[in-house]
């Protein structure tokens, strides 16, 4: 059981978390279900979802796990039902599916240094870039269209999507993935407009760097010690650190609330260790 940051009962609530199969969303999906709320972890890895929900479940808190397709509008409403049936209407989405790929990926950071063999920008492949936007965007898009419509319904709801610090500048290397998540903070606050009248909230976070699975060799060695581009990011930081999954809740459950945010909406919330906020002098 983790330490929640902040002490907000989401007893009676349904939340829906998609990539709930990662670290990142599981850790959320775990901690609403310890906040009280009753879970409904999503994830392409089916596995995963129902080892976490069983793991909520063993703890004394309520969560189902299903397999999701973000990108499947039929299988999303089928889901939809399915969590009707079991937990009642969504009162929370957290949208976190998403992620990159090597196809939309360059091996080199400056074209000028590319070196024989090396992927460049001319060699990106477009089913990959393709992939990518449809992840992060449509992954975002597709869950609202069949998740939103219980709170259309009552009038009230709340909407996380989750950006990235590559919105705001890119990284070099990921230019798909970068301008994936700057759509999907474009979009966040188009929802933010759309559904204003119906009284739903829709925000995001824009986590900064966080060692996950997928990143992990890219960040460290196999000694430990970090790589090169790792030790950039982190000269790049002011806090001199990573960001601690557990450290996105505190502001994950401020924008969730809707007495604490409750006129909160609209905004993509950096949660970055300072990286943001230094120039590099």
């Avoid at 581009?229 to 001199?240: C, E, K």
């Avoid at 919330?269 to 943001?276: E, I």
């Amino acid at each position: 059981m983790m330490e929640l940051p902040l002490n907000i009962d989401f007893s009676g609530k349904v939340v829906v978390v998609t990539g709930a199969g990662g670290v990142l969303c599981g850790t959320m999906a775990k901690a609403f279900a310890q906040a009280g709320a009753k879970v409904a972890a999503l994830d392409l890895n089916e596995e995963a979802v129902s080892a976490l929900a069983a793991e909520c479940r063993k703890e004394g808190f309520v969560c189902e796990g299903y397999k999701a397709n973000v990108l499947d509008s039929d299988a999303l409403a089928q889901v939809h039902r399915q969590v009707l049936a079991d937990l009642g209407p969504c009162d929370i989405l957290v949208n976190g599916a998403g992620g990159n790929n090597p196809r939309a990926t360059t091996d080199n950071e400056y074209h000028h240094e590319a070196a024989a063999g090396q992927k460049t920008f001319f060699d990106l492949d477009a089913d990959g870039v393709d992939f990518v936007f449809k992840l992060n965007f449509q992954g975002t898009l597709l869950p609202t269209q069949a998740f939103a419509q219980d709170m259309v319904e009552r009038k009230a709801g709340c909407i996380l999507n989750i950006s990235s610090m590559n919105a705001y500048i890119p990284l070099t290397k990921i230019p798909a993935y970068s301008a994936a998540k700057a759509a999907v903070s474009n979009f966040t606050q188009w929802l933010a407009t759309h559904f204003a009248g119906s009284n739903i909230r829709c925000n995001a976070i824009a986590p900064g760097f966080l060692v996950s699975n997928q990143n992990r060799k890219l960040l460290y060695n196999e000694d430990g010690t970090p790589t090169p581009r790792a030790g950039r990011i982190l000269s790049g930081t002011p806090t001199r650190r990573f960001v601690e999954s557990e450290e996105l809740i505190g502001s994950v459950f401020f924008l969730c609330d809707d007495k604490a945010a409750s006129a909160v909406t609209g905004v993509v919330l950096p949660v970055d260790a300072g990286f943001s906020a230094y120039s590099g002098v």
